[in-house]
């Protein structure tokens, strides 16, 4: 399990990360909100550690930016600011908890635990299934559905979009892509993936009134029906 971490308190930072990757998490260290944004693109993260006060963009910004664009993976609010007021403002910008400063951290990772054993989506059934709104993949089959009407997929196109779907809705940009379902076999500097991203959304969302294939400009792509 891999956590992004943004706090600005150099040993209070060390000392986290230390502690989550001696319980088996990875855990890359941000210090202010601009770069944490940055790292974000490209890379794919389990959770999301923000603290509030950070320079540059502010912890309840970062946390608002990315459920601009991605609503699955848990947000965790770590602040010294432990007014009602400041968590409210917290959970209106959707985070999924908030801890106040000074905490143990043996609370800190029951609660991550928590969140992690639910970020799971309800619809996404098994490993073999996978059902997004009315959009039904059988991995084992290679078919795909919407609703009940059937759609013909090329192999490749199906595995670009098994890999969308297996990403619960987190962006994944262009050189995740070629390096997963290409294999880097062609320049990434083409317009392959976008090509097939096309193919897939006349196939996919053209018929349909609920859109799935959404792009984060200068992100990537990601599967959701929100």
Same mark, same amino acid.
């Given at each position: 399990?891999?956590?992004?971490? &943004?706090? $600005?308190?150099?040993?209070?930072?060390? =000392? &986290?990360?230390?502690?989550?990757? #001696?319980?088996?998490?990875? !855990?890359?260290?941000?210090?202010?909100?601009?770069?944490? &944004?940055?790292?974000?693109?490209?890379?794919?993260?389990?959770?999301?550690?923000? $603290?509030?006060?950070? *320079?540059?963009?502010?912890?309840?910004?970062? !946390?608002?930016?990315?459920? #601009?664009?991605?609503?699955?993976? *848990? @947000?965790?609010?770590?602040? +010294?600011?432990?007014?009602?007021? $400041?968590?409210?403002? +917290?959970?209106?910008?959707?985070?999924? $908890?908030?801890?106040?400063?000074?905490?143990?951290?043996?609370?800190?990772?029951?609660?991550?635990?928590?969140?992690?054993?639910?970020?799971? *989506? +309800?619809?996404?059934?098994?490993?073999?299934?996978?059902?997004?709104?009315?959009?039904? @993949?059988?991995? %084992?089959?290679?078919?795909?559905?919407?609703?009940?009407?059937?759609? +013909? &997929?090329?192999?490749?196109?199906?595995?670009?979009?098994?890999?969308?779907? =297996?990403?619960?809705?987190?962006?994944?940009?262009?050189?995740?892509?070629?390096?997963?379902?290409?294999?880097?076999?062609?320049?990434?500097?083409?317009?392959?993936?976008?090509?097939?991203?096309?193919?897939?959304?006349?196939?996919?969302?053209?018929?349909?009134?609920?859109?799935?294939?959404? %792009?984060? #400009?200068?992100?990537?792509?990601?599967?959701?029906?929100?």
């Amino acid at each position: 399990m891999n956590i992004l971490l &943004l706090e $600005d308190d150099l040993i209070l930072s060390a =000392e &986290l990360s230390k502690f989550l990757e #001696s319980n088996n998490f990875t !855990c890359d260290r941000i210090y202010d909100g601009e770069t944490f &944004l940055r790292q974000i693109k490209g890379n794919i993260y389990d959770l999301y550690l923000l $603290d509030i006060n950070v *320079p540059k963009i502010n912890g309840l910004d970062v !946390c608002q930016t990315i459920r #601009s664009f991605d609503k699955i993976t *848990p @947000i965790f609010i770590i602040s +010294a600011y432990g007014e009602l007021s $400041d968590k409210k403002d +917290a959970f209106t910008r959707l985070a999924d $908890d908030y801890l106040v400063k000074p905490f143990q951290f043996e609370e800190l990772l029951l609660r991550i635990n928590s969140l992690l054993r639910r970020k799971t *989506p +309800a619809d996404v059934v098994d490993q073999e299934v996978i059902r997004i709104d009315d959009l039904i @993949i059988n991995k %084992t089959e290679q078919k795909v559905f919407r609703g009940t009407t059937e759609i +013909a &997929l090329t192999l490749k196109e199906f595995q670009l979009l098994v890999y969308l779907a =297996e990403a619960q809705g987190r962006i994944v940009s262009k050189q995740q892509i070629t390096e997963h379902v290409w294999e880097h076999n062609f320049n990434t500097n083409t317009n392959t993936v976008e090509v097939y991203i096309n193919f897939l959304r006349k196939k996919i969302d053209k018929d349909f009134k609920v859109k799935l294939i959404h %792009t984060r #400009s200068g992100f990537g792509y990601y599967l959701s029906p929100i």
